[in-house]
């Protein structure tokens, strides 16, 4: 029997809020309720750089957080800080901005929660799971397209030296200009991701980080990904302790309808059909039925 195969419910209304760090930074938290009556984990989610919460949930209401909320997972939709008051740098949204995600989600929901990522924004997951969360706080990881060790030419040497050139003369980075995502990017956002990738290969405190997650993990990568190669991905969660733990390289050499894309491993209508349905039957084996919720 396959849990996921069943339609989901219709979606309610998303509200977004902002949040305040202890520094002064403040971010965005889009909270997706849940269609359903049962009450399973919250999920939490983090997008890529380039993008933010139209990555999980469009304008129109399409998205995985919708499927997933449709089934009975509750979400919140991370974004980063892209302004000031407070550095927009990732190691702020690590160190600041997560911490308060976690405290919000254990007042709110009271439960352990599902962290899902694309891109850096699973790797930024990884280090939370590692570093800032409880093992009551966290019921699993779904990682797509995440990892710092293969690729990435302009976040190492010697390609960051150009980037970090281009940093200078602008304060913010052009992705949409360069068609590489929606968004643009702050500068201390792209020093974090360059100084993340260059000591995290030349340096054991990333990969000895990562081995304290003992967490369920799922990890997804496209066999056409040329931003995070699927052996980067799989090298990622291989430093994990974790006992329950899967790898994907979604492609039509393994049973796919396609060699999916570094964004198209979530957002497009094959991912919708095809590996939708995976990631949420995986949850639902970790999650239970769920008890009903109480009648307001």
Request: charged share 20%.
């Amino acid at each position: 029997m396959q849990p996921a195969a069943t339609a989901p419910q219709p979606q309610p209304t998303a509200e977004t809020r902002t949040l305040t760090a202890a520094d002064g930074g403040c971010f965005e938290v889009t909270l997706v309720p849940a269609a359903s009556a049962l009450q399973r984990p919250p999920i939490v989610f983090l997008p890529g750089m380039f993008s933010g919460r139209g990555f999980w949930l469009s304008d129109r209401g399409i998205g995985l957080a919708a499927h997933l909320a449709g089934h009975g997972f509750p979400g919140l939709i991370v974004q980063r800080r892209r302004n000031g008051p407070g550095r927009p740098g990732l190691e702020e949204h690590l160190q600041c901005d997560l911490p308060l995600v976690r405290d919000w989600v254990r007042s709110h929901w009271g439960q352990p929660a599902f962290w899902i990522g694309h891109s850096f924004g699973g790797v930024i997951a990884s280090r939370a799971a590692a570093q800032l969360l409880e093992p009551e706080d966290l019921a699993g990881l779904v990682l797509f397209a995440a990892q710092f060790e293969d690729g990435k030419r302009m976040l190492d040497w010697p390609g960051n030296l150009l980037l970090a050139g281009f940093l200078r003369l602008r304060r913010r980075f052009p992705a949409p200009l360069l068609g590489m995502g929606p968004n643009d990017e702050p500068g201390a956002a792209m020093r974090d991701a360059m100084a993340l990738v260059t000591r995290g290969r030349r340096e054991p405190w990333l990969r000895s980080t990562l081995g304290r997650i003992r967490a369920p993990t799922l990890a997804i990568a496209g066999l056409g990904d040329t931003v995070d190669p699927p052996t980067g991905c799989e090298k990622l969660i291989a430093h994990f302790g974790s006992e329950d733990r899967r790898f994907i390289a979604a492609g039509r050499a393994t049973g796919f309808r396609e060699d999916y894309t570094h964004p198209g491993v979530v957002v497009s209508k094959p991912a919708q059909a095809e590996i939708w349905p995976l990631v949420t039957d995986w949850l639902l084996e970790r999650a239970g039925p769920g008890p009903l919720r109480a009648t307001e």
